[in-house]
């Protein structure tokens, strides 16, 4: 659906061996060449053909320079046009000025998928955007699509394929030694740095992530309709403009998969500031969100919820009405979390009187209604008496469980607490107020759900319900054709 | 001030030492009876004789129980009336039927200074209530001031006096070997141990930490009025319910120390909650918002803030109006931080042409406007020129700075801001996106005022402005008599 067949009469003289293009080979190509990669100290094109060498990449790896030198282990050619077989994708990081002649090139080669990483495109003024312009006009002659430009192109944790420039062998062995569910469309590479970063130590972890800069050409709503097809549980966006509203709104509304989007230009400073990082038009962000309203985005509040939040998504079942129980073994964290529930706009769970008497029955409780206080215990059953009583329960949507964790029993219990969610398919989030680097070193080998806040907490049950809100309108609604 | 002299006839009959009261006993007593401190298994008592005994609490110390036997060191009697020297201050932990008698001997005793930590008293119910009342009553009789019941009581990192109970050797260690100036009213326990576990890794520390739980005689008034005269720099509340709002109120208008303030029950559900916790009455939330407005309290947005902001103040000159300049050389973060300064009511700072031709002979920027944007370098003085010039600029009254740290250049450059600050006597917020937990490992160790979220770092100097510009309004006022 994406190939342009139409050649500029005159444009090029060669044979054209037409690939076909598929997105998917962003993300896993068989043969890559690195245009701009060369020995001269400090080249960022050098940095990806390590990272690649590093990570063990099973297909063809070749270097273009001018030197035609090999680099770290990757074959060198002085152009695209001599390299022996196919190229699946081109990675290019020649100066911006050199960069139409050298897609032209690609063009010859029959390359069909292009990650454009250089800079100084229309972010960098007049020149840059006519530049910009003109290697989208040989792009579409020739039928390629691109990433970019100024961006740092794609990771691809399952396969351990990676073309971000200036990462160094080491810095992200985690998430390829344990890929995950969750994938992301960044435009910015700080922020893609950041996301990977603060993952180290969380259960959850990327599948794949793409940084798409000035995105010319392959927007984020592409990647979303990517991305739902493919083995991605969870779909975020950092976005600093949105160039075509209309497009991102009919993708997301036919996705059925949770997307969130964190997006700057909420005010006309923020706005204005990112225009001189990405070169997007500042948005009208009270339009966009209405639209992520329509059609079931999920906005996030904080840059930091682009990495706490997908865990509620990835491990436990969607929240299906506004109604929470709060659990807890240390009393201020119910007033505490019932203030954030109702200023979240869920509710507190109102108990049966059966509820209350099985309650009762459970262990010594300092309360029985909601929020749940549970007086000292040493025994792990009665953790998991009480959770299976508030989940089971008709008047309960979901749990919010903030044990205090003085004793190993209390992990153990935890550990259980997903398979009640599975039970009751219900979902719940977990706070654990002291001992917290304690569990978060624990977090993933456990496999437990904590967030790091009460704040985290209640927002993952928030959004859990808007999304399954969402996707009951969607139900309702005819497919777009 | 607080000497209640008043005694009922027949009340007592021995003759009573009067040690003049001071709220500074409850922090600093030369000699403390742990009244319900036993050898028996699980008494928690004994985990304040032990912990003292730990800490190398240089006064005398006693133990009272029904054996008289000695805890942990602490030498054993049966009533305090039995102890041969004076008592300045005694730890109360019977069952709370036990308590009156125990409370009448104290008085007994000429004990001035009391801490109930006993629970079940007026959040239990209409039994407790009145038990509540009773202990008031015998208090006021005697002339002694109580802290609780159903507290924690003091802590007191400066002299390694803490009681606590049921903490246990080691836990708080950090806390004791690295005293800072931070004072804390807290009404739970739990969120005690919170803010104390999420110092570990921080710049900052706690100088006193007091729990009033069901707060019948001393309150948070009295304690505010005493940080004001002691060594804290930032006072810091969590509250569940205020009993007397005139008083908390017309202290918070004569002190100018930052008095920081999260407190629960700002919904209705958030209130019940905390009523069944330490037994207040649900308060009008509108109505303290506004007093904390008309007081200069400031208000906190969410528990964590009571650990992460006060750094501001200890560490950095007050921001004295609303501009901000944003530094970074991860572009993101320019608009990421622009969109949160002016939701959080700060305003992005313009700079002059002077400034603008300043920054542009620093080094290679790829804005010179706010927010400055810098590209690839190696040198530290370049940071240091920026930082330099911007804080220089009249149009400027605060600094927000997002460095990248690749380099360990970038972070001996960041240890020289706070120079630059002082200079100018303006603040900066330091937020590091990447290497996060290397920062926060290297946090205290450099004395780095970083803040693990923009969201942080903009509501550091937001709160920095707001408290400046309450103290500008209490200049204007007369102080009330």
């Keep these: 659906m994406y190939i342009h067949l139409v050649r500029r009469p005159g444009a090029g003289t060669g044979p054209i061996t037409f690939r076909e293009f598929s997105m998917d080979r962003f993300f896993n190509p068989s043969s890559v060449a690195v245009i701009g990669s060369s020995n001269s100290p400090f080249n960022l094109g050098a940095t990806i053909s390590n990272i690649l060498g590093y990570l063990g990449f099973p297909g ?82 020739y039928g390629m699509r691109f990433l970019g430009p100024n961006c740092l192109g794609t990771l691809n944790a399952h396969n351990r394929f990676c073309c971000f420039f200036g990462i160094i062998p080491g810095m992200y062995d985690e998430v ?10 960044i ?48 779909i975020c966006l950092y976005l600093e403009n949105v160039k075509n509203g209309r497009k991102l709104l009919e993708t997301a509304r036919r996705v059925r998969k949770p997307i969130l989007v964190y997006k700057v230009g909420r005010t006309g400073e923020g706005a204005k500031a990112a225009m001189s990082h990405t070169a997007g038009m500042a948005n009208n962000d009270i339009i966009f969100e209405s639209a992520c309203r329509q059609t079931g985005i999920v906005r996030l509040k904080s840059i930091s919820e682009l990495y706490t939040l997908p ?42 009187e059966a509820t209350q008497e099985r309650l009762r029955s459970t262990a010594k ?53 997903g398979e009640i969610c599975r039970k009751y398919d219900k979902p719940a989030a977990i706070y654990i107020p002291n001992a917290i680097e304690r569990i978060l070193a624990i977090r993933t080998g456990y496999n437990l759900p904590v967030f790091e806040s009460p704040e985290e907490a209640v927002r993952a049950l928030t959004v859990s319900y808007e999304h399954c809100r969402a996707l009951g309108k969607k139900a309702l609604e005819p497919l777009p054709v």
């Design 60 to 141: 063809e790896l070749y270097a273009v320079n001018s030197k035609g030198e090999d680099v770290h282990g990757s074959r060198g050619f002085r152009s695209v046009l001599d390299i022996p077989g196919e190229v699946d994708l081109a990675i290019i990081l020649t100066p911006a000025r050199a960069t139409p002649g050298v897609i032209r090139e690609c063009g010859e080669k029959g390359i069909r998928h292009l990650v454009i990483e250089t800079a100084e495109f229309s972010e960098a003024g007049e020149g840059g955007r006519r530049l910009q312009a003109e290697i989208s006009e040989y792009a579409r002659e």
């Design 176 to 185: 390829f030694d344990r890929p995950g569910a969750i994938s992301y469309v």
């Design 187 to 234: 435009q910015s590479g700080g922020v893609g740095a950041l996301v990977i970063d603060s993952f180290r130590k969380d259960i959850t972890n990327v599948n794949k992530m793409v940084s798409i800069g000035n995105k010319e050409d392959v927007d984020e709503a592409d990647l979303i309709e990517y991305f739902d097809g493919d083995n991605t549980e969870v």
């Design 311 to 352: 865990k509620i998504f990835t491990e436990m079942p969607l929240m299906k009405g506004r109604r929470v129980a709060v659990f807890t073994n240390s009393g201020a964290f119910g007033g505490i979390t019932a203030d954030l529930i109702v200023e979240g706009g869920l509710e507190m769970a109102v108990f049966s």
């Design 365 to 417: 409780l300092f309360n029985v209604s909601n929020p749940v206080d549970l007086g000292p215990t040493l025994g792990k059953q009665a953790f998991i008496d009480i959770w299976d009583a508030i989940l089971s329960s008709d008047t309960v949507d979901g749990l919010l469980a903030v044990p205090n964790v003085w004793q190993q029993v209390v992990v153990e219990a935890i550990c259980e607490l």
